[in-house]
């Protein structure tokens, strides 16, 4: 067993004097006593707390909190190394100087393999400004679950637009159009599922939308980067809560209960057709009653052959070097970085190396219905992250789909500034409001703008428009 841990860290505020015995600078780092905190998943601090007590004697001190008391209780600050928390919420806790810019010497470190982690991951969603604040423990994106066999037996292909998509889920919807001796389908049955729960109705939205507003004019997307002013009233959006109000009238009617896992679980349990969600694993003794992946597709979401120009102000035609399908990243994952308070931040840094590194990541993050795949090695055990938790044809599309993503160059990143759970639920009450009839998708998303608005003024438009710049990867 081991009691402290040799690494190549230096330069960290509490690192003892190096010694060159073989030209390495090298630190005997004593990890005891290192408090961590772990906002909304009980599952991944268990894996951590089980994988620490079975490798390490040196103990550790693993607390739990919810995302609320993360940002409105700060009495945890001053006792707190190491947060492990919602990846979404790094923006915020950077604004507050609350967490600490991960050092040069812990990038390059060999027990972090940087360069190993994903192209997406690395260079955006662990950023803040030019600067890394955070490593990862994975992020997935929204992808489309679909049952491959009764596809094969239709001869159809998975939709690569929306409009594709909801002219599919119309044909699933018919079960006169599933005759056939293999058809196997559950009761009550959908042509979709979609994930419309307070918290995710906003994010389907926006990842709807995403390859309507994304075009390699627009800078932003969300907001003017230049007033704040909000981009959500526009076209894209306006078309994208379009097409999911028709699209809502096809999937099951407590639409407004389902998370992404349980959008997905319709189609692995044979209530639909296809849905909206990730790969994940049910937490340890859960009763899973879903059937086998066996039968399930995976590919991207739908995308769009046409895409909006702000300052033209008109739709334009995809070129064949802009991707149809555009990825929405921050929907979900989980990151952890080091506090600004904590007095020993080269010990808690090489705890965040050694929960995030090769050796132990796909050991951990797994565990978690919030993460992803987030390393190359990853990609070859993507089966750890898939339901059966074994190799089947399932995990080996996720694989391909996660490596596939790396390589685009365009995307669409959900807000991550302050104030981002009152933008999204305004965002959701829009959703909402254009699904019960109580205005037209323009009109919803009119009032949501003047929402914006008011919630940007509030906390201040200097300080909201310095945060979005940030976002973006600008200084």
């Avoid at 103990?59 to 940002?71: T, Y």
């Avoid at 896992?261 to 969600?277: C, E, F, H, P, W």
């Avoid at 090695?377 to 789909?401: C, F, I, M, N």
């Amino acid at each position: 067993m081991l009691v402290a841990l040799v690494v190549t860290l230096s330069g960290c505020p509490d690192a003892p004097a190096p010694t060159a015995n073989d030209g390495v600078p090298a630190a005997t780092i004593d990890m005891s006593g290192i408090r961590v905190l772990v906002a909304d998943d009980p599952p991944l601090a268990a894996a951590i707390r089980r994988q620490w007590s079975g490798r390490l004697d040196v103990e550790i001190n693993i607390q739990e909190i919810s995302s609320s008391a993360l940002l409105d209780d700060t009495d945890w600050r001053p006792t707190t190394d190491v947060i492990i928390y919602p990846a979404s919420l790094l923006g915020e806790l950077a604004a507050r100087d609350w967490i600490a810019r991960v050092p040069h010497e812990v990038v390059e470190s060999e027990q972090l393999s940087f360069q190993e982690i994903l192209s997406l991951t690395r260079l955006r969603e662990i950023r803040w400004g030019d600067q890394i604040y955070a490593l990862p423990f994975g992020s997935p994106q929204l992808t489309l679950f679909f049952r491959a066999d009764l596809f094969d037996q239709a001869g159809r292909t998975p939709p690569l637009t929306w409009e594709e998509y909801e002219e599919t889920a119309q044909f699933f919807s018919h079960e006169s159009n599933l005759s056939g001796p293999d058809v196997r389908i559950a009761q009550p049955w959908f042509g979709c599922a979609e994930p419309l729960a307070d918290g995710w109705a906003s994010q389907l939205l926006l990842a709807r939308a995403a390859a309507y507003a994304q075009h390699p004019s627009n800078f932003s997307t969300l907001f003017h980067f230049r007033t704040m002013d909000p981009l959500i009233d526009g076209p894209p959006f306006v078309a994208a809560l379009e097409q999911l109000v028709n699209a809502a009238s096809l999937g099951p009617p407590n639409a407004k209960q389902l998370s992404p896992q349980k959008a997905i679980d319709l189609v692995l349990s044979g209530n639909a057709a296809m849905a909206v969600g990730w790969p994940y694993r049910p937490p340890a003794g859960a009763t899973d009653d879903r059937h086998s992946s066996s039968g399930v597709g995976i590919t991207a979401l739908p995308g769009s052959d046409r895409m909006y120009h702000i300052g033209q102000r008109q739709w334009q035609p995809r070129t064949e070097q802009e991707p149809e399908e555009v990825p929405l990243l921050g929907v979900a994952g989980r990151v952890g970085s080091v506090t600004t308070s904590s007095r020993r931040r080269t010990a808690a840094f090489r705890v965040l190396v050694w929960l995030t590194g090769t050796e132990l990541s796909a050991e951990i993050a797994p565990l978690s219905g919030a993460t992803a795949p987030f390393r190359v090695s990853h990609l070859k055990q993507a089966a750890r992250w898939t339901p059966d938790g074994e190799a089947t044809s399932l995990d080996v599309d996720y694989g391909r789909l996660l490596e596939q993503r790396q390589r685009t160059h365009a995307w669409v990143h959900s807000p991550r500034i302050p104030a981002r759970r009152e933008y999204l639920d305004a965002l959701d009450q829009a959703v909402y409001q254009a699904l019960t009839g109580e205005g037209t998708a323009a009109e919803a998303l009119t009032r949501c703008a003047e929402n914006w608005q008011s919630i940007t003024d509030a906390v201040g438009r200097e300080q909201q428009l310095r945060a979005y710049r940030q976002s973006l990867g600008l200084k």
